[in-house]
């Protein structure tokens, strides 16, 4: 069993930044693909970003530009880090993992999910 917990939500102003973590249970990542997803509520999980256990990266339109994915070298930790936030990336975000390859858009390809952690942006 793998257990993810994120971290790093909060409350911010427009225009601000935020780091998310996500802290992995094990550190043999290196075959697993990793994401992050956000949802609010009465909405379906959406695919924030990506990232292979190549290292390769992959964003949803929405957040392309502003947000940037990235694991430790260890791949025990899972980045986010979202910069000139926006009233509409409020919500929910959850860590993702599963071993590779995964249906990227697909919330019911990854087995293992975090808790989630709450971004609020206000305007």
């Known amino acids: 069993q793998i257990y993810l917990a994120e971290s790093g939500g909060d409350s911010v102003q427009a225009g601000g930044s935020l780091r998310l973590s996500c802290a992995a249970s094990?550190?043999?990542?290196?075959?697993?693909?990793m994401a992050w997803f956000r949802q609010v509520p009465g909405k379906e999980r959406e695919r924030v970003a990506f990232?292979?256990?190549?290292?390769?990266?992959a964003y949803g339109d929405s957040v392309k530009g502003r947000f940037a994915i990235s694991a430790s070298d260890a791949r025990d930790t899972l980045y986010l880090q979202m910069n000139n936030l926006k009233a509409e990336d409020t919500a929910m975000y959850y860590c993702?993992?599963?071993?590779?390859?995964?249906?990227?858009?697909?919330?019911?390809?990854?087995?293992?999910w975090g808790q989630g952690t709450q971004v609020t942006v206000s305007s």
């Open positions: 094990e550190s043999r990542y290196s075959r697993y693909c």
């Open positions: 993702a993992a599963d071993i590779c390859p995964v249906a990227i858009l697909t919330p019911s390809s990854y087995g293992y």
């Open positions: 990232i292979d256990s190549d290292g390769s990266t």
